[in-house]
C-alpha cells in the first residue's frame, strides 16, 4: 500500500465485483474494501462510475468500505471521495471502528451508511463487561445518528444473543458463514 501498488489490486477488486454481481440475481449485495489509495485520487471513482453504467449495476448492490483509520488520514479526501461513491447509489461503511481514532464526532461528519464494530472487540463480549458496554454505547451513537451497525467476529450464539440484546443491526463472521473459495 505505501508504494502504491495497491491501486491495481483496488482496480482489480472493483471490476471483479462489478462484473459478478452483474451475473447475479438482483436482491445480491456485495461489501468490498477499498484501500486508503483509493482516496488519493479519482481514479477508482471513475472505474466504478464506469463499469456500473457498463454492465448496467445499479450502485445499491455495492457496500464500499475503508477502515477508519484510513478514512481519518485523509479526513477531507476521504470525505469528498466517499460522497461520490455514494451519489453512485453505493453504500458506504466504516470498517474496523473502534481501533483507530474512535471518535463519535467523526460518525457524525463521515458521510457513511453503517460501521463495522472490530471484531476485537466482539470476540469478547461473552467474558469481558467493558467490551459489552463499549458496543452498547458504540450501537447507541451510530443509531443516533442514522446509521447502522455491523459486528464483525461473531463465532458462537452466546455472541449472537448479546449482540441482538445490544441492538447490533447485522453481524458478519463464522457462525453466520464461513467464506467461500468458489463464489468468483
Known amino acids: 500500500e505505501s508504494t502504491g501498488l495497491i491501486r491495481r489490486i483496488d482496480r482489480w477488486v472493483i471490476e471483479a465485483v462489478v462484473k459478478f454481481v452483474a451475473t447475479q440475481a438482483p436482491g445480491l449485495k456485495m461489501a468490498l474494501n477499498l484501500s486508503s489509495r483509493s482516496f488519493d485520487d479519482d481514479a477508482a471513482f471513475d472505474l466504478l462510475h464506469n463499469l456500473l453504467e457498463q454492465h448496467r449495476v445499479p450502485g445499491e448492490r455495492l457496500l464500499l468500505e475503508i477502515t477508519e483509520t484510513a478514512a481519518l488520514a485523509n479526513f477531507k479526501g476521504a470525505t469528498r471521495v466517499m460522497a461520490n ?13 473502534g481501533v483507530g481514532y474512535s471518535s463519535f464526532q467523526y460518525l457524525k461528519e463521515l458521510p457513511v451508511d453503517f460501521v463495522k464494530i472490530d471484531g476485537s472487540f466482539i470476540k469478547g463480549l461473552t467474558s469481558n463487561p467493558d467490551d459489552v458496554v463499549f458496543v452498547k454505547a458504540l450501537t447507541e451513537a451510530v443509531r443516533g445518528y442514522g446509521k447502522t451497525t455491523v459486528a464483525e467476529f461473531v463465532e458462537d450464539e452466546d455472541t449472537l444473543t448479546i449482540l441482538r440484546d445490544i441492538g447490533v443491526d447485522y453481524a458478519q463472521g463464522y457462525l453466520i458463514g464461513k467464506p467461500a473459495p468458489g463464489l468468483l
Open 85 to 97: 461513491f455514494r451519489g453512485l447509489g453505493c453504500a458506504f461503511g466504516l470498517d474496523d471502528f
